[in-house]
């Protein structure tokens, strides 16, 4: 492991580094401690001493560089943004419907809600209570919070980039029963 370096942020604070090599890998390794209080450990991607304690900073400044989010974006935008995203990842038509339509029943449960930056972990788990109410089937309310979970944490968490947190992440999906699977042989249909 090499001597302590500093990386100066822009605000001010100093952040102490230090590089060290592998054995099993050509490229330095820069360890620091993150904003979070942990120690992190990022591969430079350099072998060189001194392009490596550049890559070193640049790679500080990232993780310490606040992330923007979008706050009160509206329903129609964010949808209009969810489409993009599954067009651009070639999915097709159905899973477009799929999601778009698992947004309108959240929207359909709390219709004062602006955009989904309101929607709580809390209103996550009244949602699953209110679709459970009116007698839909288990499986279909086990995927809808699947399909919100994705849309919320893939789609507009980490391909579109406008929301933080993911309110649907630890809700759990109701119980439901296993299908017997259906055996298609001699005399069966």
Request: with cysteine; net charge positive.
């Amino acid at each position: 492991m090499s001597k302590t370096e500093v990386c100066v942020l822009s605000d001010g604070r100093r952040v102490e580094f230090s590089l060290k090599k592998r054995e099993r890998d050509p490229n330095l390794l820069v360890v620091f401690m993150g904003p979070d209080g942990r120690t992190k450990e990022r591969s430079t991607f350099e072998p060189n001493q001194k392009r490596a304690k550049e890559s070193a900073v640049a790679l500080i400044v990232q993780e310490y560089q606040p992330k923007i989010y979008y706050q009160n974006i509206a329903w129609e935008e964010a949808i209009a943004k969810l489409v993009r995203a599954i067009k651009a990842a070639n999915l097709r038509d159905n899973s477009i419907e799929t999601y778009t339509s698992a947004v309108q029943t959240l929207r359909s449960v709390f219709p004062k809600a602006t955009g989904p930056s309101v929607i709580t972990p809390e209103m996550a788990k009244e949602y699953r209570t209110a679709r459970m109410e009116p007698g839909y089937s288990p499986h279909t309310v086990k995927n809808d919070l699947m399909e919100l979970k994705t849309v919320f944490g893939k789609w507009w968490g980490k391909e579109c980039g406008f929301l933080e947190t993911n309110p649907f992440a630890d809700i759990e999906p109701p119980k439901v029963d296993r299908f017997e699977p259906r055996i298609i042989g001699p005399g069966r249909a």
